[in-house]
Each structure stands twice: as structure tokens, then as C-alpha cells.
């Protein structure tokens, strides 16, 4: 990859504000004399903007528009001048006169009550999303398992583990099934990660992280054209993994 | 074909932009009766876009706040050329969210957690958009959004909705920080597509 493709991959994350600070350095001083990834950045831009529109909609609540016009009437304007004298302040709160108990005890328990359950629909929406999460890798998992054009892969345990065992289920259309058992617990800092090696390189699956008995199955997606493994690898990496494998091998396994 | 999609004008959307200069124009003039346009036309997809970034309603009621004041304030400073006022609120409250969401988390990984993630900031304030989206594309792009990959959808979300970089990012996926990269790009680049088909 040259020089330039790797650095128009940043477009997206710089147009998203996503890039670590290095990166977006880097990327900003190379944008300046690039049309190519200047014209990508523009064309991302109105996607990004839609994110934020995307949202579920929601109204705030009166008392926030009376609280904000309240202040706003309070802003001196910017420009300076002889204007015509000020406006009154229509929404300023302390000029109204305070309800009666009777009016206001229903409704703060009213709105009590309202912000509670909308905590509580929040607090579902997440755990719909966790559950969905789980649920999507369940389905790409059987889907794996019952692809037509199926291949399976056995691993052994390399040195460091002699007793670990590991298969990867790998369809072309469908992704990667990887499940291993009796790897030692990754110290802190450090993660497994899976390889896919071609005859041309060792391609990243993905992080496996697994349980306190060693073991883990973990459902990948492949690309599609990829050229045909010619093995499948463990390795201990640093945290958040790496682009291509350095770390010890600890599982090797080949068709 | 998505170049020509990206700078197409937009139509709806133009006539709103002429609506809010306009408004922006009063409340410099020390017009009371503007900033309450200002606030009916925007304070919904504001306030939903800060109530998604911080899921608290609460504190997205004093961000919105923050978010108008800001606007109120510097209405005379307001640049056209810089994008739709729209735009530039949400730009606005985005960023504003993403701050108080940061300044949550690094009080709950205490002081060194604090020094870290300051290091780690990406770009709080990327240029604003050119031109909003009308409601007909802005559909497709929330269709498309939800038919990404699972693993795209959660990297652009991370990254826009909580202000992530990509290296958290790769962090809480558990997935390599080049992965996370490709993911965000190929999900942005089909959005994009997608926008470009509702245009042709």
C-alpha cells in the first residue's frame, strides 16, 4: 500500500473526529497538498452530518425553552449601539408568581415520575442493543456452520501450550467460526489474536478473548477475496492487537 | 457521481438557511422575539442529538442550554460560508456533549485516567458540514446505517456518538486498531453510496 492509500484510509475517522492525534496531524498536513483525499473528506462530510439527525427525536421539556429564553432575554446583544430600549423580558422565571402547592406537588410527581420511566426505557434500549449484539453473532455463527462451502481446520498447541486445542469453521460467503479451549489465562496487557494466513500474508482475523477455563468462541467476518488459507495461528499480542502477527505462536493449525 | 451529489444544492434545506441567517440577524439586533424562532425551529434534533450522546436528561437539558447561549452569543459571528446554521448548532452540541461525556468518564478513571484521556483527544471540533441533508435522504442514509455490518455500524457509532478514537475504539471491539479503521471507512463509503443512489 503506498504511502498515499494509507493515509487516505484516514479520511473517514478525521471527517468522523475519530483519529488519535498523531494520525490526525499526519492526515491534515498531507490534505493540504492532496486533492484526491481533499475531495473524499468533502464527500464524507454530509454523511457525518446526517448522524446527527439520525437520532431518535425527541422534545425537551417546556420548562427548558422557558429557562433558556429566560437567560437569553438577560445576554447583552454583541453589537453595540444605540438600539431601541430593551425588550421586556417576556420569559424571565422570577417574574412569575409561584403556583400554589396544590398545583405543583402533582406535577413535580408527575414529572418525576416521567423522568423515571424514561431512565428506565434508556436502560432497556441498552440492554435490547447488548442483546442484539449476541444475537447477531449467534446468527452469523450458524450460518457459518451450515454454509455449503464449509472447511474446517483443526490447531494444535505450540510449546508455550501444549495442551491447547483450537478449531476454525471458515466458509468463503460467510465468515469464520473459531473456538479454543485450554489457552492460558493472556497476562495483563497482552490479548490473543487470530490469523488467517494466505500464501501472500497472515491476515487479522480478529481478538479472541477467552474464559477462565481457557476457552472461547468467537465469530469473525472475512473478506471475501480472500486468497485461500493455507493456515490458521494463535499469537500472544500487545493489548488491542497488531496488524500483523509478532507475538509468540501459540496455536498453528493448517487444512 | 457522489462529488456531484456532495455539492448539489439542496433545496428545502436552502430556504430553512435563509430563514435562520435571517433570525441570527434579529437576535444580533437585540430582537427577543428571534431567539425564540431560533430556539422552536432547532432545540428538537438538538436536544434528541445530546440526549443520544449523553442518555441523560438532565445533563442534556444544561448542554442544550450551553448549546443556545453559545448561539445567542455569537450569532454576530456567525460565518455562511462555513456551513448551514443548522450545522453549525449541531456541530455545536455535539461537541459540547462529547466534552461533558469525556470530563464523565475521566472522573470515573480517576486522576491519571484524566491525564490520559486528554492526551488521547481527538479533534473535538472537525469543520462543520456543508449542507444538511432533506428528511428523503436523510432516511436512506438511517436505513443504510442499519443494515451495516454489525462491527461497522457499532465503529462509526463509537466514534460519533461518544467521541471515541479510533484507538478505544479498537479497545472496547476487541478488534485490532487497523480493522477499526477499515471498518469506519468501508461503513462511511457505503453510506455515501447510498446517499449518491437517492440523488441519481
Known amino acids: ?129 447488548a442483546l442484539q449484539a449476541r444475537f447477531d453473532q449467534a446468527q452469523s455463527t450458524t450460518a457459518v456452520l451450515a454454509a455449503p462451502d464449509l472447511a474446517r481446520i483443526d490447531l494444535q498447541g505450540q510449546a508455550v501450550a501444549p495442551d491447547a486445542r483450537a478449531r476454525a469453521l471458515w466458509s468463503r460467503s460467510r465468515g469464520l467460526v473459531f473456538t479454543a479451549a485450554n489457552l492460558p489465562p493472556a497476562p495483563a496487557g497482552k490479548t490473543y489474536q487470530v490469523w488467517v494466513v494466505t500464501a501472500q500474508m497472515p491476515i487479522s482475523a480478529g481478538l479472541l478473548t477467552t474464559d477462565p477455563a481457557g476457552g472461547g468462541t468467537q465469530y469473525y467476518m472475512t473478506p471475501p477475496d480472500i486468497a485461500p488459507p493455507v493456515a490458521v495461528a494463535v499469537t500472544l499480542e500487545p493489548s488491542g492487537g497488531v496488524p500483523s502477527p509478532m507475538g509468540e505462536r501459540y496455536l498453528v493449525g493448517m487444512p | 457521481m457522489w462529488l456531484l451529489a456532495a455539492l448539489a444544492p439542496m ?108 492526551n488521547d483527544l481527538p479533534d473535538a471540533q472537525p469543520d462543520v458540514a456543508s449542507a444538511l441533508l432533506d428528511e428523503e435522504q436523510a432516511r436512506l442514509v438511517r436505513e443504510a446505517l442499519a443494515e451495516l455490518p454489525l462491527l461497522q455500524r457499532l465503529a462509526i457509532e463509537l466514534a460519533y456518538y461518544e467521541g471515541l478514537s479510533h484507538t478505544e475504539i479498537a479497545t472496547r471491539l476487541e478488534q485490532p486498531l487497523g480493522t477499526v479503521k477499515t471498518r469506519i471507512r468501508l461503513g462511511l463509503l457505503k453510506l455515501r453510496d447510498v446517499l449518491a443512489e437517492g440523488q441519481a
Not at chain 2, 428538537?44 to 436528561?57: M, T
Open chain 1, 1 to 129: 500500500m503506498s504511502m498515499h492509500e494509507e493515509l487516505k484510509a484516514n479520511a473517514a475517522g478525521y471527517v468522523l473526529g475519530s483519529l488519535d492525534a498523531n494520525d490526525r496531524q499526519e492526515f491534515e498536513a498531507h490534505l493540504a497538498g492532496c486533492a484526491e483525499c481533499a475531495a473524499e473528506v468533502a464527500s464524507l462530510r454530509p454523511v457525518v452530518s446526517v448522524l446527527a439527525t439520525t437520532v431518535p427525536q425527541v422534545t425537551p421539556r417546556a420548562e427548558v425553552r422557558d429557562r433558556i429564553l429566560g437567560v437569553a432575554a438577560g445576554l447583552k446583544p454583541s453589537s453595540a449601539g444605540a438600539g431601541p430600549p430593551a425588550p421586556r423580558r417576556l420569559y424571565a422565571l422570577h417574574d412569575r408568581k409561584a403556583p400554589p402547592a396544590l398545583v405543583w406537588l402533582p406535577l413535580a410527581a408527575a414529572i418525576v415520575i416521567a423522568v423515571g420511566a424514561g431512565i428506565y426505557a434508556l436502560r432497556l434500549q441498552r440492554q435490547v442493543g
Open chain 2, 11 to 118: 433545496h428545502p434545506a436552502a430556504e430553512s438557511q435563509g430563514e435562520d441567517v435571517e433570525s441570527l440577524r434579529r437576535i444580533v439586533s437585540g430582537d427577543q422575539g428571534a431567539a425564540a424562532v431560533l430556539y422552536d425551529r432547532h432545540a428538537r434534533p438538538l436536544y434528541s442529538l445530546i440526549l443520544r450522546i449523553l442518555g441523560d436528561e438532565g445533563e442534556a437539558e444544561d448542554v442544550l442550554q450551553e448549546v443556545f447561549v453559545q448561539a445567542f452569543r455569537q450569532a454576530g459571528r456567525y460565518d455562511a460560508s462555513r456551513g448551514a446554521v443548522a450545522a453549525w448548532l449541531l456541530m455545536m452540541a455535539r461537541s459540547r456533549a462529547i466534552d461533558r461525556l469525556r470530563a464523565r468518564r475521566s472522573r470515573v478513571e480517576g486522576r491519571t485516567g484524566e491525564v490520559q484521556v486528554l
